[in-house]
């Protein structure tokens, strides 16, 4: 087997899992749960390592987040560019974490899931050159990558402000929390990398990218139609 | 922009043209749309708008929003278990007219319980026009010994012919009620009373009047007479 055909398959499986765990598997509820929800009420101080975990475990498990950087690294070909705008993300998401949850900001977590899903709706449009096609201008990409990084941040914090974080020890659990989340991202983005570039040497690439832009933008619409719907039919989160 | 030999950044290399990128944009919100109707709301909110939910039995994914409420009224576990027997039984009292100096218009009838036991009952006055003319005492007391206080708790005192409700024990002892008839007709009390209980035997603090349950009465009823003592021959 070639490697480019390992390459091709590869990176066919890991876009398929994505799509499949974002469009198919909504029953995996995007939130901090079950025993995890137990342990962060019970903390009393600061917990160094369980927190890092849980915004880890919160990054790699969150399908709306990792679609976001699938659609903002597709066509990123330099490690440069994908510093930058991987650095930019993490700046927006942990402002509006740190201060959400500081400042007590009380955000409706389906409006701010609605808002992730349509980022990603927003990239796989920008991919296809959407902007400059239809209205003849292109936003700037490093703007719309800081601003939707804001309104991940805000997704965070509404996980962690539902869980009615212990006082005792807040700030030290809530940066231990967002340094999860950047090694979460990391590790995830180090994954899609792999892929994307194995991916990329094959010929199917380009005859698939559109295809794929697509799908990650149908993924998006799947996104914003379960949080609106939630947002209607469960009131307030 | 981008050097010759590398492809464009930030976006396709061959981007769509604009009738293209619309199709594509609407075919996404389409299929987006469809997954949300067909699978996600019927599976997540248990609504149906498509039919298919039913059809593939994604429906049956949902389960209500659970709100988890503390089983507790104060302090107090509303949900209580005992190792004492549930028991249920039936009692009639006949209660004569105050006027009459050989009935009993007046007496109190208790049962025994242990702090924290419950029992539900329902009496009813039966015979009684009046129902002002018939006054109850709802109430508990320990049975001390000498030298100690009694400890009392009273439920309800009020008028009236008929009482439903149920108690919790505040404390070990005898809790019951005292009924008085005050009309001018003799009456009897039918109770009903079902829980975790022992009854005080006839003669007993608590049923000093010896009264029997219908289950009592029968009981004896049901045993055979000692043979009558043949003296007469």
């Known amino acids: ?237 | 922009m981008a050097d010759t030999n590398e492809p464009a950044e930030g976006h396709v290399a061959n981007p769509p043209n604009r009738k293209r990128l619309l199709l594509l944009t609407a075919g996404a919100a389409l299929a987006g749309a469809l997954i949300v109707l067909g699978a996600v709301l019927p599976a997540e909110y248990n609504v149906d708008p498509l039919g298919i939910g039913k059809a593939t039995g994604l429906s049956r994914l949902w389960a209500p929003p659970q709100i988890d409420v503390a089983a507790t009224a104060g302090n107090q576990p509303l949900a209580r278990f005992y190792p004492t027997p549930f028991r249920s039984d039936e009692v009639i009292i006949k209660l004569d007219t105050p006027d009459n100096p050989e009935g009993l218009s007046e007496l109190e009838y208790k049962v025994a319980m242990k702090k924290g036991a419950t029992y539900v009952y329902s009496w009813q006055v039966e015979g009684i026009d009046i129902p002002e003319e018939f006054y109850s005492d709802f109430h508990g007391h320990t049975l001390p010994k000498a030298g100690e206080k009694m400890v009392v708790s009273t439920y309800r005192q009020a008028t009236g012919s008929t009482s439903n409700g149920t108690v919790v024990a505040p404390f070990d002892g005898i809790h019951g009620f005292y009924l008085q008839n005050q009309s001018e007709k003799p009456v009897q009390v039918r109770l009903h009373i079902a829980g975790f209980y022992e009854l005080i035997p006839p003669g007993q603090e608590g049923n000093l009047a010896r009264i029997k349950t219908e289950g009592q009465i029968a009981e004896e009823a049901a045993k055979p007479r000692p043979a009558v003592p043949d003296v007469l021959n």
């Open chain 1, 1 to 237: 087997m070639s490697t480019g055909r390992i390459g091709r398959l590869t990176a066919l499986a890991g876009l398929g899992l994505l799509v499949l765990l974002a469009a198919f598997e909504p029953a995996l509820a995007h939130g901090i749960g079950g025993k995890d929800a137990a342990f962060v009420s019970a903390t009393r101080g600061p917990d160094f390592w369980p927190f890092l975990y849980l915004g880890a475990k919160h990054m790699v498990t969150g399908y709306d987040h990792l679609l976001f950087i699938l659609g903002v690294i597709f066509f990123l070909y330099r490690l440069k560019h994908v510093a930058l705008y991987v650095t930019l993300f993490s700046i927006g998401h942990s402002i509006t974490l740190l201060a959400g949850v500081l400042m007590k900001i009380e955000v409706n977590a389906y409006v701010v899931d609605a808002i992730i899903g349509l980022s990603v709706v927003y990239k796989a449009f920008d991919n296809l050159g959407g902007f400059k096609t239809l209205f003849g201008v292109q936003p700037d990409a490093r703007v719309a990558v800081l601003g939707f990084g804001l309104i991940h941040g805000f997704g965070l914090a509404t996980k962690l402000q539902a869980l009615r974080l212990p006082s005792r020890g807040l700030v030290e659990n809530m940066i231990s929390f967002n340094i999860g989340v950047e090694v979460g991202q990391l590790i995830a983005l180090t994954l899609i990398l792999a892929v994307m570039v194995l991916w990329r040497r094959t010929a199917s690439f380009g005859r698939l990218s559109i295809a794929a832009n697509v799908l990650i933008m149908t993924a998006g619409f799947a996104l914003i139609g379960y949080q609106l719907g939630g947002l209607v039919l469960n009131g307030n989160a």
